[in-house]
């Protein structure tokens, strides 16, 4: 496959600016560091709890909402139903929403005061999780990035197998005689 360098070119510059952007940004706070001993940050304690909470909460944020959204994508994209494509405008809605109104929704609902956590105490139960912890943290990540994930997934889905089953009839095959 050969590339087209006038297709590539703007890829390649948006990289290099990145890059650039992230050098800098390191450069800068290594020439404010008074003293340059990397290994000092690994004997610290506090420094290494805080990388590893921060690795697994990353880790667990990633595998749930892309884990859950895949299923909720490929349902939506086989289902065609009244209200679909609302939901899947609705789904980008989190791009908009500003974090600190979906955070204080989220803290009505299920905080220790919230909606939910009063509905259960009315049984003697209280939530299996604290909203202020790795749960509260997991639930806004899923909450924000679930729905983006599921609309990508079902519009890739859409575009990918158009384009698989459409590149059979271009061709000049008939429909049908190219199997998967």
């Known amino acids: 496959m050969i590339l087209n360098p006038s297709r590539t070119w703007p890829g390649i510059l948006s990289a290099g600016l990145i890059i650039a952007l992230v050098a800098g940004s390191i450069l800068a706070l290594l020439v404010q560091s008074p003293t340059l001993n990397p290994g000092d940050l690994w004997h610290d304690s506090y420094l290494r709890h805080v990388t590893a909470f921060t690795f697994k909460q990353a880790t667990l944020s990633v595998l749930f909402s892309v884990g859950l959204a895949i ?7 086989l289902r065609r139903f009244p209200g679909r494509s609302l939901l899947l405008r609705l789904f980008s809605m989190t791009l908009v929403l500003p974090v600190l109104v979906g ?6 609902i299920y905080g220790n005061r919230g909606l939910i956590a009063d509905g ?3 049984f003697g139960v209280s939530l299996p999780f604290n909203l202020y912890g790795l749960g509260g943290i997991l639930l806004a990540h899923i909450f924000f990035n679930l729905p983006f994930s599921a609309g990508f997934c079902c519009k890739a889905w859409s ?13 000049g095959f008939a429909a049908g005689t190219v199997s998967a």
């Open 103 to 108: 955070v204080v929704g989220l803290v009505a």
């Open 120 to 122: 259960l105490s009315l």
């Open 71 to 77: 299923p909720v994508a490929h349902a939506l994209y």
């Open 159 to 171: 575009k990918f197998l158009q384009s698989r089953f459409s590149s059979p009839t271009i061709s």
